[in-house]
């Protein structure tokens, strides 16, 4: 079976410098480097289309565009990259949902996938209006889920659950095909929504054996149900054609990171109740030595930037040799970014990829 490669639409802004943003830190002024227009944003998804990307993430929260309404504008400069499209269950009622991603999947031929974000950081979701606490959320989620699900199945679904209640709901037209649903989460109630409920669990760019227990964490879950999960990761990548090359663009974007931006955003992302932040803090522990945490895996993103914090780094055969690692644990599915977000997909699709396809793991989703 061939790998699967998403990329990223920085709908916050693009810059040659790391653009920080997200779990409650503003983006970074180097955003505006290059705004978030649509046209630059579709030309990153034309290019990613065409060097064989499946799809591409776009992110949610108060630092960055709206990844609907983003979204839909891109897809009309492109023709058959997906759209990763990232949304909180708490903002929107779940029929609407279901009826928004049905008239999505029709007017753009089947293009959409959805990355529910429950949401890790209250205080952002209080300026939303959403008061709920971090389990009620979880518990909010699954119970969104079922409703969308079997609204999706052209079931009229009548439903009264803790947090959420519809009555005689149902979609006048279904989606065809179905959107996946991805869902990333490291808390225990977080591991019990992705095994019920979704399609493809995503974890950020842990070392391989975090990833490994993760993997066995939510596969365990899952069977209990009689489920089997796909499995897929979150990571920058910073690669070209020697690993000394690579190692310089790393140092140069380490070299940019002010201090009282490093120590401001580690304050904040300290705050952060997900699970999943915290462990991305503890690969690095706010320092600027040892960040290398695993052969070709380096923590510095993280130092400046919330959610995923880690990048591939190395020559176009080390961070395939890397992808090679991650795949035998059993991930199918790389979501990826650099910086900038143009560039950096064509050193990644024109060097890793062919390397890739030669090894046997990958092929092309539109050619021969």
């Known amino acids: 079976m061939s790998l699967v490669f998403h990329w990223f639409l920085p709908t916050n802004g693009d810059s040659r410098h790391v653009v920080g943003g997200g ?17 630059y944003l579709s030309q990153i998804a034309r290019a990613a289309e065409d060097l064989g990307f499946v799809g591409a993430l776009t992110p949610t929260g108060a630092w960055c ?15 058959r990259l997906k759209f990763l499209v990232a949304f909180r269950p708490g903002f929107v009622s779940p029929t609407l949902a279901a009826q928004m991603a049905s008239t999505f999947q ?9 990355n529910v974000v429950t949401g890790g950081e209250s205080h952002e979701q209080r ?14 989620t699954g119970e969104f889920l079922e409703i969308v ?3 999706w199945e052209g079931k009229t679904v009548d439903l009264k659950g803790e947090h959420l209640r519809v009555e005689d709901a149902k979609l006048a037209r279904v989606p065809d095909p179905v959107p996946e649903v991805y869902f990333g989460g490291s808390s225990p109630i977080a591991g019990e929504v992705a095994a019920q409920h979704v399609d493809v669990y995503l974890t950020w760019g842990e070392p391989p054996a975090q990833v490994a227990e993760k993997i066995a964490w939510i596969r365990g879950l899952a069977a209990k149900r009689g489920r089997t999960l796909r499995f897929g990761i979150r990571l920058h990548v910073i690669t070209r054609d020697t690993s000394q090359e690579a190692w310089a663009e790393a140092n140069r974007l ?18 952060s109740e997900s699970e999943g932040q915290q462990r991305m803090l503890a690969l690095h522990g706010g320092g600027r030595d040892g960040l290398e945490i695993h052969p070709n895996l380096w923590a510095g993103i993280g130092l400046v930037r919330g959610g995923a914090g880690t990048a591939l780094v190395g020559s176009h055969e080390e961070v395939a ?13 790389f979501v990826l970014s650099g910086y900038p977000h143009l560039e950096e997909a064509y050193w990644f699709g024109e060097g890793v990829l062919p390397r890739l396809a030669a090894l046997g793991l990958w092929r092309h989703p539109s050619r021969p």
């Open 149 to 151: 699900r079997e609204l």
């Open 254 to 271: 380490l070299a940019g990171f002010d201090a009282q931006t490093v120590r401001s955003v580690q304050a904040g992302l300290a705050r």
């Open 106 to 114: 029709r007017q753009t031929g089947g293009r959409l996938l959805l």
């Open 23 to 39: 779990h409650g830190t503003p983006a970074t002024a180097s955003g505006r480097d290059r705004p978030p227009t649509v046209a």
């Open 65 to 79: 565009e709206d990844a609907w309404l983003t979204t839909a504008m891109v897809s009309q400069h492109t023709e």
């Open 127 to 140: 300026a939303y209006g959403d008061f709920l606490d971090k389990d009620d959320r979880y518990r909010r």
């Open 321 to 333: 040799e890397r992808i090679k690692e991650y795949a035998a644990l059993g991930i199918s599915e």
